[in-house]
């Protein structure tokens, strides 16, 4: 390939990467995604690595390919050549975790991670810097793909940031409201770390059901811990929806559940197809959209709130400390 289509590959590839990154970025700012809504988008999103010490990995995207097209057009070989291996080496570092780790794959991501790997082969094969002149055609896609990206910063400072809970505050207790989804895995393995978290100190505990639509079992799982919940026994049985099997989840399972923590059956049945039971449900979704919750699992902690599987006992401990 000459020079100059290798060239003009890598600002292709950059253009590509920064669109795609941009779209991930709205939909990480935002209170419902834009571009990306399928199961295995949102399953990224709410995941930790998509916001790695709470930088959301779509602003390192656009930052990454933004100076990468910079230096399409600036001559300094010996960067640019280390910052596409670099991008190189991350893209595939998380196509690896997509495959391995979360199961899932965000459509977006599958752009923005290939664009990096093809721009690394351009840089390495050869390109060259350009002339302004030659690469206006090409800085017309990143000046509409910075569109999105404005219109997602002036909708997030727009956007409520913290939770408003309706629990009455108690004295000497500590208000935790837990955004809930039963069959999310990162839900499901933040849970014990939250309960031994709030295990030392008086706390009120408000759970809000967002069974997201990927889940097959999400949403019999809240329905079964809000009949459980108007009998009193909402904490027996989160703790036995997080701690069953997926595959025990199905309507069937839960409420076998409910029996095991002692429910009134004839009263769960009951609430099981009581409207104000999927009206309870839609009300917490709703809230979560109004709070501006971005992904599960979401832990607010006296109105802070904490976003992501990644979050430490001692963490959460210290949060409950500090309110």
């Not at 664009?115 to 990143?142: M, N």
């Not at 009998?231 to 595959?247: I, T, W």
């Not at 095991?260 to 609430?271: F, K, L, P, T």
């Amino acid at each position: 390939m000459p020079a100059r289509r290798r060239s003009l590959a890598a600002i292709v590839f950059a253009c590509i990467g920064l669109g795609a990154s941009a779209a991930s970025l709205v939909d990480a700012l935002g209170a419902d995604a834009a571009f990306c809504a399928e199961s295995g988008c949102a399953t990224v999103r709410a995941s930790a690595w998509a916001h790695p010490a709470g930088v959301p990995m779509p602003l390192l995207g656009v930052a990454f390919f933004a100076v990468m097209l910079g230096l399409s057009v600036v001559p300094r070989p010996r960067v640019r050549t280390a910052l596409a291996l670099a991008g190189a080496a991350w893209a595939l570092a998380l196509i690896g975790v997509q495959a391995l780790v979360l199961h899932a794959w965000c459509k977006l991501c599958m752009i923005a991670d290939p664009a990096a790997l093809g721009l690394a082969a351009a840089v390495l094969s050869g390109a060259r810097t350009v002339r302004w002149s030659r690469c206006l055609a090409a800085l017309a896609v990143p000046g509409l793909a910075a569109v999105p990206i404005v219109f997602a910063v002036v909708g997030a400072a727009a956007a409520p940031t913290a939770v408003v809970t309706t629990a009455p505050r108690v004295p000497g207790r500590v208000v935790v409201v837990e955004f809930v989804d039963f069959e999310c895995p990162f839900c499901r393995d933040l849970a014990p770390r939250v309960t031994r978290a709030i295990a030392h100190v008086p706390v009120t505990v408000v759970r809000k059901m967002v069974p997201l639509p990927m889940h097959p079992h999400a949403r019999s799982a809240a329905l079964a811990w809000c009949c459980a919940d108007a009998q009193g026994r909402g904490e027996a049985m989160a703790a036995a929806l997080y701690a069953a099997d997926l595959d025990a989840l199905t309507p069937a399972g839960c409420a076998a559940l409910a029996a095991g923590v002692g429910c009134d059956m004839e009263r769960y049945r009951e609430a099981l197809v009581d409207p104000a039971t999927a009206a309870r449900i839609a009300a917490d979704m709703a809230a979560a959209k109004a709070a501006n919750i971005g992904g599960l699992p979401t832990i607010v902690i006296d109105g802070t709130p904490f976003t992501g599987g990644n979050h430490t006992e001692a963490e959460l401990a210290a949060a409950i400390d500090r309110a």
